[in-house]
């Protein structure tokens, strides 16, 4: 109720959680239909991929990447992982076999009706149940960590020309994208040196992300790549203490939230720039 338990988690654990974890997997609406729905964060997006080439979809045996297509989209909230990425920057995924559900969180989401009606035959919990594996596989049996920086580097430059365009009323002069371009150019070109490491702080580079104040108006919510929009409930924004501020008209939070994304993605980028160099820094308590 309320993620009390996940967040509660979380934060008592926040310590080894930072030190150790390298991903956190997420499956709560597992099965409602048959087709794939992946959010993450952008630099798992490659090894979920390859995870679904390899699993069969219930419907016809074909793989369930060739009916997916491959997009990942934003994380919001709502569901457990939220104090994973937002609050402790662990990269997160969420993933569902969806479809139309009628009767979501009423008396008749049961057994009966899933064994009956969702899913007879419990086919699609299967291949769920191989996705999440293959995937929590992967990540864990492996010297070099499948996180692909490259991916989320051009996830990004694509967000922030979204992001320019979203500025339609901003007085002339008072935002100053330079240094966020430029910040995501020296990430992406860190990313292609980092790719072959076989190390582990592969998967902390998102510890990065991480703004010690927090967003503006929930410190809370620490993460500058990805988070729930304030007034939009379960969905996401990218750049959201950015986003939020346009959205509001706050030209001067905007643009302190800009140069804030700007020095989270250059620290990212030198963070990687030393895993390239096989020279892991000490990692920081998020």
Same mark, same amino acid.
């Given at each position: 109720y309320g993620l009390l338990g996940s967040t509660a988690y979380g934060e008592m654990n926040a310590?080894?959680?930072?030190?150790?974890? %390298?991903? *956190?997997i997420n499956v709560d609406e597992g099965v409602s239909g048959g087709e794939l729905k992946v959010s993450a964060?952008?630099?798992?997006?490659?090894v979920i991929r390859a995870a679904a080439a &390899? %699993?069969?979809?219930?419907?016809?045996?074909?793989?369930?990447?060739?009916? /997916?297509?491959?997009?990942?989209?934003?994380?919001g909230s709502g569901s457990d992982y939220t104090v994973f990425l937002?609050?402790?920057?662990?990269?997160?995924?969420?993933?569902?076999?969806?479809?139309? *559900?009628?009767? *979501?969180?009423?008396?008749y989401d049961s057994f009966t009706w899933m064994a009956t009606q969702g899913?007879?035959?419990f086919r699609f919990h299967v291949a769920m149940a191989r996705l999440w594996g293959l995937v929590a596989i992967r990540l864990a049996d492996t010297k070099a960590l499948p996180f692909d920086h490259s991916e989320q580097a051009s996830a990004l430059a694509k967000q922030v020309v979204a992001l320019q365009k979203r500025v339609t009323k901003a007085p002339v002069g008072m935002l100053h994208f330079e240094p966020l371009v430029s910040a995501v150019a020296k990430y992406a070109s860190a990313?292609?040196?980092?790719?072959?490491?076989e190390n582990d702080v592969l998967a902390f580079t998102e510890r990065r992300f991480l703004l010690p104040s927090g967003l503006p108006r929930r410190p809370w919510f620490k993460h500058v790549l990805q988070a729930p929009g304030l007034y939009?409930? *379960?969905?996401?924004?990218?750049?959201?203490?950015?986003?939020?501020? %346009?959205?509001?008209? &706050? /030209?001067?939070?905007? &643009?302190?939230?800009?140069q804030a994304a700007a020095n989270a993605i250059r620290q990212a980028a030198l963070f990687l720039g030393e895993v390239g160099g096989a020279t892991p820094p000490q990692m920081a308590i998020a």
């Open positions: 310590a080894e959680l930072a030190a150790k974890a %390298v991903a *956190y964060t952008q630099a798992l997006a490659k &390899d %699993v069969e979809d219930p419907r016809d045996g074909r793989s369930l990447l060739s009916h /997916w297509g491959g997009e990942v989209g934003l994380l937002d609050h402790l920057g662990i990269a997160s995924a969420d993933m569902q076999l969806s479809g139309s *559900y009628g009767v *979501y969180h009423s008396v899913d007879p035959g990313a292609i040196d980092a790719s072959s490491a939009l409930g *379960y969905a996401a924004l990218a750049f959201p203490g950015i986003a939020q501020a %346009v959205d509001d008209g &706050d /030209w001067a939070t905007a &643009d302190e939230q800009i």
